[in-house]
T-cell receptor, first 115, second 112 residues
Framework: DTAVSQTPKYLVTQMGNDKSIKCEQN?????MYWYKQDSKKFLKIMFS???????INETVPNRFSPKSPDKAHLNLHINSLELGDSAVYFC??????????????FGPGTRLTVL | KQEVTQIPAALSVPEGENLVLNCSFT??????LQWFRQDPGKGLTSLLL?????REQTSGRLNASLDKSSGRSTLYIAASQPGDSATYLC???????????FGKGTRLSVIA
């Protein structure tokens, strides 16, 4: 009965490869997010989707492409991986943003290591 | 641009002590403020959410306050326990279609 799940939990890959991280939520939320937590533990938003539509796209290289096949899923595809992409990536979900009660629920994270 | 600062960066206390974690933010036009807990190697767990119209929220031994005009929030933990050891993150949801902005967190260690 996991609320927000991510796969894989760990991902080790070589520079230049293309990889995907999957995220699913079973909370009935209509908004999903991807965050990046760097080596200094600083957590920063990357993307946000509401009802399968992109609503927030922070300054992220276009090698990162989110895909939302439906409201419950938001996958992150990364092309031409670079050393600096090594981080922990968190998926989260909530009800519609801009409401005072939009608590965000986070997945367990995917630790990406680029060699 | 909203900026969130948390002080101290790390804190170590003996079991049983009451403690306060601080969060400050630069833009007082916010929708809400959330406190999260992150355990090593794990995701974030929401502890408390304070709406902009509220001054505090309580859950068990936790009490979070919000002073929007001064751009400050505190998380008070009563009778701390070793199980409270974690990193505590403050995050602010500003007005408009903007994302949550996180502080860098306070790493708490409660020593038995």
């Amino acid at each position: 009965d996991t609320a927000v799940s991510q796969t894989p939990k760990y991902l080790v890959t070589q520079m230049g490869n293309d990889k995907s991280i999957k995220c699913e939520q079973n909370l009935g939320h209509d908004t999903m997010y991807w965050y990046k937590q760097d080596s200094k533990k600083f957590l920063k938003i990357m993307f946000s989707y509401n009802n399968k539509e992109l609503i927030i796209n922070e300054t992220v290289p276009n090698r990162f492409s989110p895909k939302s096949p439906d409201k419950a899923h938001l996958n992150l595809h990364i092309n031409s991986l670079e050393l600096g992409d090594s981080a922990v990536y968190f998926c989260a979900s909530s009800f519609e943003p801009l409401r005072g009660t939009d608590t965000q629920y986070f997945g367990p994270g995917t630790r990406l290591t680029v060699l | 641009k909203q900026e969130v600062t948390q002080i101290p960066a790390a804190l170590s206390v003996p079991e049983g002590e009451n403690l306060v974690l601080n969060c400050s933010f630069t833009d007082s036009a916010i929708y809400n403020l959330q406190w999260f807990r992150q355990d090593p190697g794990k995701g974030l767990t929401s502890l408390l959410l304070i709406q902009s119209s509220q001054r505090e929220q309580t859950s068990g031994r936790l009490n979070a306050s919000l002073d929007k005009s001064s751009g400050r929030s505190t998380l008070y933990i009563a009778a701390s326990q070793p199980g409270d050891s974690a990193t505590y993150l403050c995050a602010v949801h500003s007005s408009g279609n903007t994302p949550l902005v996180f502080g860098k967190g306070t790493r708490l260690s409660v020593i038995a």
